[in-house]
Structures are given as structure tokens and as C-alpha cells.
Nanobody, 121 residues
Framework: QVQLVESGGGLVQPGGSLRLSCAAS????????MGWYRQAPGKQRELVAV???????NYADSVKGRFAISRDSAKKTVYLQMNSLKPEDTAVYYC???????????????WGQGTQVTVSS
């Protein structure tokens, strides 16, 4: 069974930092895009950062210069380094990946279960 497992969320003070990790497991043949989305209470899920297999990245304007996405292909893991955190960054952060796996011979979007990030003093 293919799944994405996130870790690294928690409570942090404004101005602090957190690093989220997301590891893909299962029989995976290839991974295209990996990234992070977030959803705050009462709001729609929004893109935070994505990293395409070519190395291209895309960030939400609200996190540019503060967040950095990276990937360890050998470990099938994507990271999100979050610096200078603000209260408005508070949300559930979801890992996302487009993968070809034993369960689907075509690129298919997978989601993690989400990890809570709370920025508060």
C-alpha cells in the first residue's frame, strides 16, 4: 500500500522555525511532483510549495523567502523548512506527491494525513 507519512509539525512561537518531513512508502516506481499544501480553519486548502522532478519549484507568495522545499530522491522524502513563522501560517499541512506505483500504472496524486502547525505566543 502506497502512502505518505508526514512528521515535524507542532507548536512554535512567532519568528521560530519548523521542518516538516514527508516520506513515501510502498512499491513506488517513480515520483514526479512532491509538495506541500495547507488548510487553515474555515479556509480552502492552498498550495505552499511544490518541487517537480526536474528541480523546478513553485512557492505561494505568502511564504517566499521564508520557506524552502527540498527533496531526497533516494529516501523518497520531501522536506519543508519553515523559517520566520507567523501566526497566519497556522494550518494543517498536507504532503502531496504524484507517483507511479504498484497500485496505479499512471501518475496518480497521493495525499498525506496532515500535520498540525500552530504558530502562537
Amino acid at each position: 500500500q502506497v502512502q505518505l507519512v508526514e512528521s515535524g509539525g507542532g507548536l512554535v512561537q512567532p519568528g521560530g522555525s519548523l521542518r516538516l518531513s514527508c516520506a513515501a512508502s510502498g512499491i513506488i516506481f517513480s515520483i514526479n511532483t512532491m509538495g506541500w499544501y495547507r488548510q487553515a480553519p474555515g479556509k480552502q486548502r492552498e498550495l505552499v510549495a511544490v518541487l517537480i522532478s526536474s528541480g523546478s519549484t513553485n512557492y505561494a507568495d505568502s511564504v517566499k523567502g521564508r520557506f524552502a522545499i527540498s527533496r531526497d530522491s533516494a529516501k523518497k522524502t520531501v522536506y519543508l523548512q519553515m523559517n520566520s513563522l507567523k501566526p497566519e501560517d497556522t494550518a494543517v499541512y498536507y504532503c502531496y506527491a504524484e507517483m507511479i506505483s504498484s497500485g496505479n500504472p499512471n501518475l496518480y496524486p497521493y495525499w498525506g494525513q496532515g500535520t498540525q502547525v500552530t504558530v502562537s505566543s
